[in-house]
Each structure stands twice: as structure tokens, then as C-alpha cells.
T-cell receptor
């Protein structure tokens, strides 16, 4: 039982390059999330998907796009990477808070933009 | 928008001392969760509090949810080196229950 799987684990990009972070969960959760974590800033929500077919902006959506491909997969795309997007990115999934609402996190993707 | 702040940002303690982190939300929360993140790791769920004034204990950890459901605290009694990490609170809003907003976190360092 893998839980939440993120790829790649590490990536180095040059300014202006594009890339997609992949996330898949095998817990049949409806909700999925993308957070970024910067030193001293905690976890900030980029985008979330409350259910298959829906996506919504979080706290810091600028410069990102997402796709909820199916119930299992939720990808995050950087169309034109900037140094300010250097961060650790975490994907997470959960059931709605009326149930447990506990978030299960992937191991993170460390992105460096030069 | 909803903001969740934590204090202190950092705390260094001697092993065996107690530790407390406080969490304050700008809006009323439907419930609050606590997570622990070890250095280099990912956040791991500790507990969820739902009721106003609720207190829950997990061994040496005591969690409290404020009466107004806008603040919370985590207290660790007699810290151990295994407690090292960053502790985050996270709140589900009352009106928007689709997204979980994390607090700024408190990084705990325990010296043996």
C-alpha cells in the first residue's frame, strides 16, 4: 500500500523551463492538494481538488496550473519556472472533514530553479 | 482570507523540559488538526480536535481546542530527543470545508 506517491523527488530547472510534478494516491480519496514549503513559511496551499473533475485555487496559485486527471492522479505544472518557485512541493490527499479529514502526504519533490 | 499563526517560531529545550506551541486563527474553525514533520520528512498527522474546549492526550502530548474555536495548543511534557521536528496546526474553515490551511509551524530542538 503505497499511499501518496510523488515524482520526481528532485529536479533542477533553468528559469523559463516548464515541468510537471506528478502525484498519485491509492487510498480512493476524493480530495487532493498541492502545497509548497519554504523555510520559515510553513505549508502554503497552491491548488486543491475537492473531487474528481474540480480544481480550485489555494493561497498561492500564481505561476501554477493543475489537472485532476482522474480520482487517483493530481498533477502540478509550472509553465515558465522562476527562481521564486524554488521550494519543496508536497502532494496530499484526504477524505472530507466530515469523516476524518486527515491529510496523507507524499514524500515531497525538491525543486530548484536556477 | 483565513490565516493561521503559530508561536513561537523556534524553541530550544533541554531534554526533560516541557514545551508548548500556540496556534491562532483569524477565523472560526470547524476543527483543527496537528501534524509533526521530522527534519527532511513530510508532515504526519497527529490528532484532530472538533469540539469547543476539547482536550485530548496522547502519552506525553496534550492538545487543546479553544472555547471560541479560534485557537489551539500543543503541550509536550518531559521532552525527549525523539520529539525533535516542526509542529504544525492546520484548520478547516467553518464555511469552506474543502481546504486545510496550515499554521506557520514551531520548530522544536531538544538538547540531550
Amino acid at each position: 500500500n503505497a499511499g501518496v506517491t510523488q515524482t520526481p523527488k528532485f529536479q533542477v530547472l533553468k528559469t523559463g523551463q516548464s515541468m510537471t510534478l506528478q502525484c498519485a494516491q491509492d487510498m480512493n480519496h476524493n480530495s487532493m492538494y498541492w502545497y509548497r514549503q519554504d523555510p520559515g513559511m510553513g505549508l502554503r496551499l497552491i491548488y486543491y481538488s475537492a473531487s474528481e473533475g474540480t480544481t480550485d485555487k489555494g493561497e498561492v496559485p500564481n505561476g501554477y496550473n493543475v489537472s485532476r486527471l482522474n480520482k487517483r492522479e493530481f498533477s502540478l505544472r509550472l509553465e515558465s519556472a522562476a527562481p521564486s518557485q524554488t521550494s519543496v512541493y508536497f502532494c496530499a490527499s484526504s477524505e472530507p472533514p466530515l469523516n476524518t479529514g486527515e491529510l496523507f502526504f507524499g514524500e515531497g519533490s525538491r525543486l530548484t530553479v536556477l | 482570507g483565513q490565516q493561521v499563526m503559530q508561536i513561537p517560531q523556534y524553541q530550544h529545550v533541554q531534554e526533560g523540559e516541557d514545551f508548548t506551541t500556540y496556534c491562532n486563527s483569524s477565523t472560526t474553525l470547524s476543527n483543527i488538526q496537528w501534524y509533526k514533520q521530522r527534519p527532511g520528512g513530510h508532515p504526519v498527522f497527529l490528532i484532530q480536535l472538533v469540539k469547543s474546549g476539547e482536550v485530548k492526550k496522547q502519552k506525553r502530548l496534550t492538545f487543546q481546542f479553544g472555547e471560541a474555536k479560534k485557537n489551539s495548543s500543543l503541550h509536550i511534557t518531559a521532552t525527549q530527543t525523539t520529539d525533535v521536528g516542526t509542529y504544525f496546526c492546520a484548520g478547516w474553515g467553518t464555511y469552506n470545508t474543502d481546504k486545510l490551511i496550515f499554521g506557520t509551524g514551531t520548530r522544536l530542538q531538544v538538547f540531550p
